[in-house]
């Protein structure tokens, strides 16, 4: 009986020298009690809407499309007004294309006084899924491969 306890005092005390000596590496390059720091700034595209082409295509069936111009203009989205049905209600805005927004995007049953549809109450914060795109590199390592949906 003396024997094991020497063996696992032994082998306790080794594991504590070993894990004393290792200095351990943190995912996020800094120790758990250093403050975070902020991100660099990205820079977004300032196009104007209706001018830029889409920097980032679609990389796999039913992703949102990026915003391809800039939305600094177009904030905040409110319930009570939403500048981005002004342009994208239709597929023309002013004789210029853009993309409509999809039929997922309103309501089965309300409908204006004209017939038309009204905006899903649960699709009408556009910038919860549709973002405005960068040239950012990715945060980790990615191995993903999409394919070009249009």
């Not at 995007?105 to 795109?133: E, I, Y």
């Amino acid at each position: 009986m003396k024997k094991i306890v020497t063996i696992l005092l032994a082998t306790l005390l080794t594991t504590l020298v070993g894990c004393a000596s290792q200095s351990v590496a943190f995912m996020r390059g800094a120790d758990i009690a250093t403050a975070d720091q902020a991100p660099d700034a990205k820079k977004y595209p300032d196009y104007m809407p209706g001018l830029g082409e889409p920097l980032i295509q679609r990389t796999f069936t039913g992703q949102p499309p990026l915003v391809p111009h800039t939305v600094a203009k177009y904030e905040p989205i409110t319930l009570d007004e939403n500048p981005c049905l002004n342009c994208h209600i239709t597929d023309e805005f002013k004789g210029a294309k853009m993309p409509k927004m999809g039929v997922s995007h309103f309501s089965t049953t309300a409908k204006k006084a004209d017939g038309t549809p009204l905006v899903n109450m649960v699709r009408w914060q556009c910038n919860s899924c549709h973002v405005q795109q960068a040239d950012a590199q990715p945060l980790v390592e990615n191995t993903f491969v999409g394919h070009i949906v249009k």
